[in-house]
């Protein structure tokens, strides 16, 4: 299997809900025994603004092979389609279903990090400055 690289990319994703170096909420769900989480999402979200799975997969630095393993997992949590081929074989678009997806999980995680910041604020003024 191929290393990531270890160059942390700064998400495409709303900056609350992956911050590089920065306190913030990472947020994993669980759905029929399949984790949902801000990696496998941030995927997903570029899939539909770059219009295929190679292009996001090359953004993250994952091979097109991880990139589908790790969108089968989320699709395996659904009877419903969260993706389908353009047509001619040109692409991928995510479904009506799918966007709903992203929305509600990108709704979620503003929710929890503005209810989280006074806890994020409390600690960080715990930390001690070396």
Same mark, same amino acid.
């Given at each position: 299997?191929?290393?990531?690289? +270890?160059? #942390?990319?700064?998400?495409?994703?709303? !900056?609350?809900?992956?911050?590089?170096?920065?306190?913030?909420?990472?947020?994993?769900?669980?759905? @029929? /025994? *399949?984790?949902?989480? %801000? /990696?496998?999402?941030?995927?997903? *979200?570029?899939?539909? @603004?770059?219009?295929?799975?190679?292009?996001? %997969?090359?953004?993250?630095?994952?091979?097109?092979?991880? %990139?589908?393993?790790?969108?089968? +997992? =989320? @699709?395996? %949590?659904? !009877? =419903? !389609? #969260?993706?389908?081929?353009? $047509?001619?074989?040109?692409?991928?678009?995510?479904? !009506?279903? /799918?966007?709903? $997806?992203? &929305?509600?999980?990108?709704?979620?995680?503003?929710? $929890?990090?503005?209810?989280?910041?006074?806890?994020?604020?409390? +600690?960080?003024?715990? @930390?001690?400055? &070396?």
């Amino acid at each position: 299997m191929k290393n990531r690289s +270890t160059d #942390i990319k700064i998400s495409s994703l709303p !900056p609350k809900l992956f911050k590089e170096n920065e306190n913030g909420v990472r947020i994993k769900i669980y759905v @029929q /025994g *399949h984790m949902i989480g %801000a /990696g496998k999402m941030e995927l997903f *979200h570029l899939i539909s @603004q770059k219009g295929s799975i190679r292009a996001a %997969a090359l953004s993250m630095g994952m091979s097109t092979k991880r %990139a589908t393993l790790l969108l089968k +997992t =989320i @699709q395996e %949590a659904f !009877p =419903i !389609p #969260i993706l389908e081929k353009k $047509l001619g074989n040109k692409g991928t678009k995510i479904t !009506p279903f /799918g966007e709903e $997806l992203l &929305k509600r999980y990108l709704d979620l995680c503003n929710h $929890l990090s503005k209810e989280s910041e006074n806890f994020i604020n409390w +600690t960080a003024s715990k @930390q001690i400055n &070396k």
